[in-house]
T-cell receptor
């Protein structure tokens, strides 16, 4: 079992619809969870962080965390073609030094006009 | 540009040669992380350094790979006797503090191709 798992996609979403991305993790004691966006050939950039169970909203993005079920999700509302990218789920495991993150393989999202 | 600077952006080496990748963290950042990304895969942690110290090298291959972050100058990831399997994008990231905010600032990456 991978430490952080994501469906590789591609997830095809019509413009204006909601894109729903899921991520599961194996380390039950993990405390911090993050979503990074990576455009093709570019560097990852942090778009959301979540630390406690429930929802966290930031603009068109909503992160959801359920520690009991060990999953974290990302919703992108009103999807735009510019949202087409790979979304990486990352976890800061218990005992990890500093900001050492464990990443999932990423979900590729394609938003079609 | 006060961001994380990596060079070279692209590097081509023949099998058996050495590759040196450099990373200058964001101004004021003293924590550096190196990650490797194979095509169509996620980021794999390699090493975490502070100035003059290796904090966590659990992701580094046992042979041929080394990293340093000297008191002066950039962090360097060195790969000796490269093989085709070393072809990948190598990303450097920096953070301001030791805490686990998860906010890593990534450079644009160095793409190594081994012929």
């Amino acid at each position: 079992q991978k430490e952080v798992e994501q469906n590789s996609g591609p997830l095809s979403v019509p413009e204006g619809a909601i894109a729903s991305l899921n991520c599961t993790y194996s380390d039950r004691g993990s405390q911090s969870f993050f979503w990074y966006r990576q455009y093709s050939g570019k560097s990852p950039e942090l778009i959301m962080s979540i630390y406690s169970n429930g929802d966290k909203e930031d603009g068109r993005f909503t992160a959801q965390l359920n520690k009991a079920s060990q999953y974290v999700s990302l919703l992108i509302r009103d999807s735009q073609p510019s949202d087409s990218a790979t979304y990486l789920c990352a976890v800061n495991k218990v005992g990890a030094a500093g900001n050492k993150l464990t990443f999932g393989g990423g979900t590729r999202v394609l938003v079609k006009p | 540009n006060a961001g994380v600077m990596q060079n070279p952006r692209h590097l081509v080496r023949r099998r058996g040669q050495e590759a040196r990748l450099r990373c200058s963290p964001m101004k004021g950042h003293s924590h550096v992380y190196w990650y490797r990304q194979l095509p169509e895969e996620g980021l794999k942690f390699m090493v975490y350094l502070q100035k003059e110290n290796i904090i966590d090298e659990s992701g580094m291959p046992k042979e041929r790979f080394s990293a340093e972050f000297p008191k002066e100058g950039p962090s360097i990831l060195r790969i000796q006797q490269v093989v085709r399997g070393d072809s990948a994008a190598y990303f450097c990231a920096s953070s301001l503090s030791r805490g686990n905010t998860g906010e890593l600032f990534f450079g644009e990456g160095s793409r190594l191709t081994v012929l």
